[in-house]
T-cell receptor, first 113, second 113 residues
């Protein structure tokens, strides 16, 4: 079951610009996480935001969470060519007994030099 | 260095064959997971295990089997009953209790020939 939907599906920007990706989900959650995947590789955990948090920062990353709208956004500031990857949001739904994440379809981000 | 290792990186299966994908972790994580990723898609949960000798079906378990005889190991067998096995398979692990996200392996790309 795919809970998260990401928007846009693909994003292409110039190096140095900011990139914003959005994620919407359907059920109540314990937390929401963002992962990065370089082509043909495994996923790397970027940041986790808990349901009682509204904003979180990590380096050039800023994540917001609006539980009333069931949505989150990931902002990457001052983008670099190395940020080119697919980005996935994943939710830890409250309704499930085990801690198992449900992933969205991902946003493919391309940073043009 | 602690981590999670998947092998092989590439695997080719003939029609009607069973194949086993290896996943080993030395992070002392209790929980382990198998996800399937199709081109341009998100991740779908196949099986997960929270403790040794116990595992549960995910959303797409048909045609797959797993075992969890050791904490460190969670192999996935793709059986001949899986009619469309060509995909990228990702193994992940996590702590239980205070859940702070998954650690992923680098994946196995399975192709039917």
């Amino acid at each position: 079951s795919q809970q998260g939907e990401e928007d846009p599906q693909a994003l292409s920007i110039q190096e140095g610009e900011n990139a914003t990706m959005n994620c919407s989900y359907k059920t109540s959650i314990n937390n929401l996480q963002w992962y990065r995947q370089n082509s043909g590789r495994g996923l790397v955990h970027l940041i986790l935001i808990r349901s009682n948090e509204r904003e979180k920062h990590s380096g050039r990353l800023r994540v917001t969470l609006d539980t009333s709208k069931k949505s989150s956004s990931l902002l990457i500031t001052a983008s670099r060519a190395a940020d080119t990857a697919s980005y996935f949001c994943a939710t830890d739904p409250k309704i499930q007994g085990a801690q198992k994440l449900v992933f969205g379809q991902g946003t493919r981000l391309t940073i043009n030099p | 260095d602690g981590g999670i290792t998947q092998s092989p990186k590439y695997l080719f299966r003939k029609e009607g064959q069973n194949v086993t994908l290896s996943c080993e972790q030395n992070l002392n994580h209790d929980a382990m997971y198998w996800y399937r990723q199709d081109p341009g898609q998100g991740l779908r949960l196949i099986y997960y295990s929270q403790i040794v000798n116990d595992f549960q079906k995910g959303d797409i378990a048909e045609g797959y089997s797993v075992s969890r005889e050791k904490k460190e190991s969670f192999p996935l067998t793709v059986t001949s009953a899986q009619k469309n096995p060509t995909a990228f398979y990702l193994c992940a692990s996590s702590i239980t209790g205070y859940f702070d996200g998954y650690t992923f392996g680098s994946g196995t790309r399975l192709t039917v020939v």
